[in-house]
């Protein structure tokens, strides 16, 4: 290959699990990871760490993001949106009882429990080393060389995709299996469900209230009542208070940034919108709007989970004094994508 890049950004991974990495820190959940996690079932009880798929309900929290809408496929004569319910007496003989039915979704990828791939977010930098800053994301992997779209037959294979992740897509991960030790640190539980920014001191003074101890290639999830509360509106958030509810950590904060670098945790969960504040940065200057995401996504290969639903995880967990347990978190194997629903399971 033609390496893609002469300079990386400062604190960066890029080049370290492989020239061609699309993984990042995910390559440290590795075998004796899994074996870690599994060391820690000892009830055999499992959590869905999901909200159902159509939540959180209308366009508030992101005006780009719409709940799934679900049809009925067409029929055996082509015939569309008719094939719910199709009856085998009236098609193939009277003699048959069978009834079928097939659905369609068009579902927007980041609209509720969800990844971030290492696509989702990139930025201007000089990977060139000629003084110019131009789009570039994770391990050097371009715009429309490596991630493509809009454009005609994107994907390459006449299914009429007009966008594809050639690279840093989510089958990666999905493919690997994203199992291994999750640890959680309950926010809620010290800090309420009040709109508030969580520095490192914060963070790590709950951590030892909690004894909670995270190590590489674990995944670290924050409980911050977030989704619960998601939950209760039931599928009509107010739409003020849905972007002023529950804690969310200070990207402002350059010790929690080098935390999350020197801690190498594999991937970053909250059940809140973004994991950090949306738009709260006092950065002055070139700069980005995320930090989180710009330093996980952009820098260090660590894909983050949004939106999880973690409230019934974490009351179990503080009943029986723990924090860890086996996670099982892989994306939809769909090539080419910048994010994914999924179904996460916590076993204990």
Request: proline share 7%; hydrophobic share 35%.
């Given at each position: 290959?033609?390496?893609?890049?002469?300079?990386?950004?400062?604190?960066?991974?890029?080049?370290?699990?492989?020239?061609?990495?699309?993984?990042?820190?995910?390559?440290?959940?590795?075998?004796?990871?899994?074996?870690?996690?599994?060391?820690?079932?000892?009830?055999?009880?499992?959590?869905?760490?999901?909200?159902?798929?159509?939540?959180?309900?209308?366009?508030s929290l992101n005006q780009r993001r719409y709940p799934p809408i679900l049809r009925p496929t067409e029929d055996l004569q082509h015939q569309q949106d008719v094939f719910y319910n199709i009856k085998a007496s009236e098609h193939f003989s009277p003699d048959l009882v069978d009834v079928w039915s097939d659905d369609v979704v068009t579902l927007w990828l980041q609209y509720s429990t969800q990844w971030d791939s290492l696509a989702h977010q990139g930025a201007e930098f000089d990977a060139d080393g000629d003084g110019v800053a131009e789009p570039v994301y994770y391990n050097g992997y371009r715009p429309d060389t490596d991630l493509v779209?809009?454009?005609?037959?994107?994907?390459?294979?006449?299914?009429?995709?007009?966008?594809?992740?050639?690279?840093?897509?989510?089958?990666?991960?999905?493919?690997?299996?994203?199992?291994?030790?999750?640890?959680?640190?309950?926010?809620?539980?010290?800090?309420?469900?009040?709109?508030?920014?969580?520095?490192?001191?914060k963070l790590q003074e709950i951590m030892a209230a909690d004894d909670v101890v995270v190590e590489p290639g674990d995944i670290l999830l924050l409980h911050t009542g977030f989704a619960t509360q998601l939950l209760a509106w039931e599928k009509n958030p107010d739409p003020v208070a849905i972007h002023r509810t529950a804690a969310y950590l200070d990207a402002d904060d350059p010790a929690l940034?080098?935390?999350?670098?020197?801690?190498?945790?594999?991937?970053?969960?909250?059940?809140?919108?973004?994991?950090?504040?949306?738009?709260?940065?006092?950065?002055?200057?070139?700069?980005?709007?995320?930090?989180?995401?710009?330093?996980?996504?952009?820098?260090?290969?660590?894909?983050?989970?949004?939106?999880?639903?973690?409230?019934?995880?974490?009351?179990?967990?503080?009943?029986?004094?723990?924090?860890?347990?086996?996670?099982?978190?892989?994306?939809?194997?769909?090539?080419?994508?910048?994010?994914?629903?999924?179904?996460?399971?916590a076993t204990v």
């Open positions: 290959m033609t390496k893609r890049w002469k300079q990386r950004p400062p604190g960066s991974t890029w080049g370290e699990f492989g020239e061609d990495d699309e993984l990042g820190r995910i390559n440290l959940m590795t075998p004796e990871k899994v074996l870690q996690g599994v060391r820690e079932v000892e009830h055999g009880i499992t959590f869905s760490l999901s909200l159902p798929l159509d939540y959180p309900g209308g366009t779209g809009p454009r005609e037959d994107a994907k390459g294979d006449g299914s009429g995709s007009l966008s594809f992740a050639r690279h840093l897509g989510l089958e990666h991960m999905a493919e690997h299996g994203v199992q291994g030790r999750g640890v959680l640190i309950d926010l809620a539980h010290h800090l309420g469900t009040g709109y508030q920014a969580v520095d490192l001191a940034l080098d935390w999350i670098a020197e801690s190498q945790i594999a991937g970053l969960v909250a059940d809140n919108y973004a994991v950090e504040g949306v738009g709260v940065t006092q950065a002055q200057g070139p700069h980005t709007l995320l930090p989180i995401h710009h330093l996980c996504l952009f820098k260090l290969g660590v894909p983050l989970g949004e939106l999880w639903y973690l409230h019934d995880l974490a009351a179990w967990l503080r009943e029986h004094g723990r924090s860890r347990f086996l996670l099982t978190a892989p994306p939809l194997n769909l090539p080419g994508t910048q994010g994914s629903p999924l179904t996460p399971v």
